[in-house]
Antibody, heavy 118, light 112 residues
Framework: QVQLQESGPGLVKPSETLSLICTVS????????WSWIRETPGRGLEWIGH???????NYNSAFESRVTISIDMSKNQISLILRSVTASDTAVYYC????????????WGQGTLVTVSS | QSALTQPASVSGSPGQSITISCTGT?????????VSWYQQHPGKAPKVLIY???NRPSGVSDRFSGSKSGNTASLTISDLQPEDEADYFC????????????FGSGTTVTVV
């Protein structure tokens, strides 16, 4: 059974960089897209961006200037870096797998809460 | 790009059918059939119920069905069960280079 697990600091200071890891187990990373999605009370669910196993990426333009998603196939991990965070970046961050770029998010992690506060 | 619009809450009695709507635009729901629906219980990961507007993944109960008309997609839950009490949200692919996916605002289903 495919499992995704997000990990990273639960608290980040304003203006600093948020870094999260999604570790994949129980399945191959090849042939899939891997997205980062976040959920906030005010804005609901937002798609941040995705990476294909080849390393090609596509980002939501709302985040594009400060986000980087990368993949490490040797470690079965996808990473999210979000720079210059503010309180509005406080959210539960999820990673999810989809087969097609346009496809449904078939597998999700449990999500990890990141709070931006000094 | 605004979120897709869903009713904040829907309720029903056991055995009844309920329908949750998800309204978008001709740039998302109205332009293709890449709409999916998810169920999320508190503290749990979302679970896909419907993909491609009407398709159910293996293992999902046939009490869940999806449809679409114009810019609005719908999820119907038939024979409502207590375990259906959860949050539900829709998702649509977006035909734009600036954004690939947009989500619904979410609906809380209560079984009364």
């Amino acid at each position: 059974q495919v499992q995704l697990q997000e990990s990273g600091p639960g608290l980040v200071k304003p203006s600093e960089t948020l870094s999260l890891i999604c570790t994949v187990s129980g399945g191959s990373m090849t042939g899939y897209y891997w997205s980062w999605i976040r959920e906030t009370p005010g804005r609901g669910l937002e798609w941040i961006g995705h990476i294909y196993h080849s390393g090609s990426t596509n980002y939501n333009s709302a985040f594009e200037s400060r986000v980087t998603i990368s993949i490490d196939m040797s470690k079965n991990q996808i990473s999210l870096i979000l720079r210059s965070v503010t309180a509005s970046d406080t959210a539960v961050y999820y990673c999810a797998r989809h087969f097609y770029e346009y496809g449904d998010f078939r597998y999700w992690g449990q999500g990890t809460l990141v709070t931006v506060s000094s | 790009q605004s979120a897709l619009t869903q009713p904040a809450s829907v309720s029903g009695s056991p055995g009844q059918s309920i329908t949750i709507s998800c309204t978008g635009t001709n740039k998302d729901i109205g332009s293709h059939n890449y709409v999916s629906w998810y169920q999320q219980h508190p503290g749990k990961a979302p679970k896909v119920l419907i993909y491609g507007v009407t398709n159910r993944p293996s293992g999902v109960s046939d009490r869940f069905s999806g449809s679409k008309s114009g810019n609005t997609a719908s999820l119907t839950i038939s024979d409502l069960q207590p375990e259906d009490e959860a949050d539900y949200f829709c998702n649509s692919y977006v035909s734009s280079s600036a954004l690939n996916h947009v989500f619904g605002s979410g609906t809380t289903v209560t079984v009364v």
